[in-house]
């Protein structure tokens, strides 16, 4: 079965900190995306990878970098967290139609 | 305009009701469309895809309409296991073919 793993699945951070969000597909995909959910607002892109070291920035970049230095991974990195990061992150990967979604990583930000 | 615009719901269908939703996409271009599921505090999954021609997959059946640009999925004979959200998505074509735009959704909640 195909998978794609997000390494925490709740994580609470202090402001000013630096935070890490890794996502791992095993699928050998080319595609990868970061998404934010939040209530009323729905998934929003944050950023996206068609290739290693290759990445683009997609709706709502600000606050955010990624890293992606191997096929499988895709890193999201907040460099100094803030509590309007306060989110649920999805990674999700795809080679044709349609998404595989991690089972996201619910972060708290104080 | 949103990309993607959805009745947020809830929908609230006794068992075994026929429900239906819609959605509308703003980008006339768009080529893909998708539904996706949902669950409470779960990750989305790919319910079904939407094609030009309408498509069914058991008690669901997805539908099409590019001159209104609005895309249908009609759930018959509902099961409370079908509550959930249900998120209309379509692939705007802004960068490659793989960049989904996601709606916000449409809470569904089947009553005994």
């Known amino acids: 079965d195909v998978k794609v793993t997000q390494s925490s699945r709740y994580l609470v951070k202090r402001t000013g900190e630096k935070v890490f969000l890794e996502c791992v597909q095993d699928m050998d995909h080319e595609n990868m995306f970061w998404y934010r959910q939040d209530p009323g607002l729905g998934l929003r892109l944050i950023y996206f990878s068609y290739d290693v070291k290759m990445k683009e920035k997609g709706d709502i970049p600000e606050g955010y970098s990624v890293s992606r230095e191997k096929k499988e991974r895709f890193s999201l990195i907040l460099e100094s967290a803030s509590t309007n990061q306060t989110s649920m992150y999805l990674c999700?990967?795809?080679?044709?139609?349609?998404?595989?979604f991690g089972s996201g990583t619910r972060l708290t930000v104080v | 305009r949103k990309e993607v615009e959805q009745d947020p719901g809830p929908f609230n269908v006794p068992e075994g009701a026929t429900v239906a939703f819609n959605c509308t996409y703003s980008?006339?271009?768009?080529?893909?469309f998708f539904w996706y599921r949902q669950d409470c505090r779960k990750e989305p999954k790919l319910l079904m895809s939407v094609y030009s021609s309408g498509n069914e997959d058991g008690r669901f059946t997805a539908q099409l309409n590019r001159a209104s640009q609005y895309i249908s999925l009609l759930i018959r004979d509902s099961k409370l296991s079908d509550s959930a959200t249900y998120l209309c998505?379509?692939?705007?074509?802004?960068?490659?073919?793989?960049?989904?735009?996601f709606g916000t959704g449409t809470r569904l909640t089947i009553i005994p």
């Open positions: 998505v379509v692939n705007p074509l802004d960068f490659g073919n793989e960049k989904l735009t």
């Open positions: 999700a990967s795809s080679r044709l139609s349609g998404y595989t």
């Open positions: 980008n006339s271009a768009s080529q893909s």
